[in-house]
């Protein structure tokens, strides 16, 4: 069963920057595709970005431009880079190895306006 900690979210105004980190164990975080999600409240969770094991990426379309997702298979870490933050984007974040149903306890970030 893969463990996974996000870390790196806090409170920032708008137009700041977060860098958000998940560290994952197990062997085979390298061979996963591995997303970024968001919940905020009262809405459903949903996919930010995701990034192949070939290094390939994509991003939900209110994102793409303002935040960039990279892996370090070495480290097991996945990281998203969030610039030019937007009240909108003020959730919990977590990532998924593999797209499955072991889920972190997220990290929150709060943008204010």
């Known amino acids: 069963q893969v463990q996974l900690v996000e870390s790196g979210g806090g409170l920032v105004q708008a137009g700041g920057s977060l860098r958000l980190s998940c560290a994952a164990s197990?062997?085979?975080?390298?061979?996963?595709?591995v997303g970024w999600f968001r919940q905020a409240p009262g809405k459903q969770r949903e996919l930010v970005a995701a990034?192949?094991?070939?290094?390939?990426?994509n991003y939900r379309d209110s994102v793409k431009g303002r935040f960039t997702i990279s892996r370090d298979n070495a480290k097991n870490t996945v990281y998203l880079q969030m610039n030019s933050l937007k009240p909108e984007d003020t959730a919990v974040y977590y990532c998924?190895?593999?797209?499955?149903?072991?889920w972190g306890k997220g990290t929150l970030v709060t943008v204010s306006s």
């Open positions: 197990g062997s085979t975080f390298s061979i996963n595709r």
């Open positions: 990034i192949s094991s070939g290094g390939s990426t």
């Open positions: 998924n190895v593999g797209f499955t149903n072991y």
